[in-house]
């Protein structure tokens, strides 16, 4: 099992900046192959935010944060970040950290492929 722990949720104003945080741990910690960031805003679906391959390559993001957010993995720390920055009403909502044992080159942005997932952290960002 893996265990997901988000962090660094909060309140901004439009344009402003958060760093959110994922701390993972637990024995199957080495089957990981995928991480990512989702995000649900209240009565919409959960929805892809971005994907960092954890055995190497390139991140992937969303279009609607694609410029705005940025996500890096702590392989040492065991930690996946997202740095999101010109942030936008639109991008409030609950914010998960999910893992994945394989990556899927092709369908990284479907929440099917991720097996862990934390309980997320709200981010609020105000007119």
């Known amino acids: 099992q893996v265990q997901l722990v988000e962090s660094g949720g909060g309140s901004v104003q439009t344009g402003g900046s958060l760093r959110l945080s994922c701390a993972a741990s637990g024995r199957t910690l080495s089957s990981v192959a995928a991480m990512a960031w989702f995000r649900q805003a209240p009565g919409q679906e959960r929805e892809f935010v971005a994907a960092?391959?954890?055995?190497?390559?390139?991140?992937k993001y969303a279009d609607s944060v694609k410029g705005r957010f940025t996500s890096s993995g702590d392989k040492a720390r065991n930690t996946l970040y997202l740095q999101m920055d010109d942030m936008k009403p639109e991008d409030t909502a609950l914010y998960y950290c999910?893992?994945?044992?394989?990556?899927?080159?092709?369908?990284?942005?479907?929440?099917?492929?991720?097996?862990?997932w934390g309980q997320g952290t709200q981010v609020t960002v105000s007119s």
């Open positions: 960092v391959p954890w055995i190497g390559g390139t991140t």
């Open positions: 999910a893992a994945g044992r394989y990556w899927y080159s092709v369908t990284w942005y479907y929440t099917g492929h991720y097996n862990y």
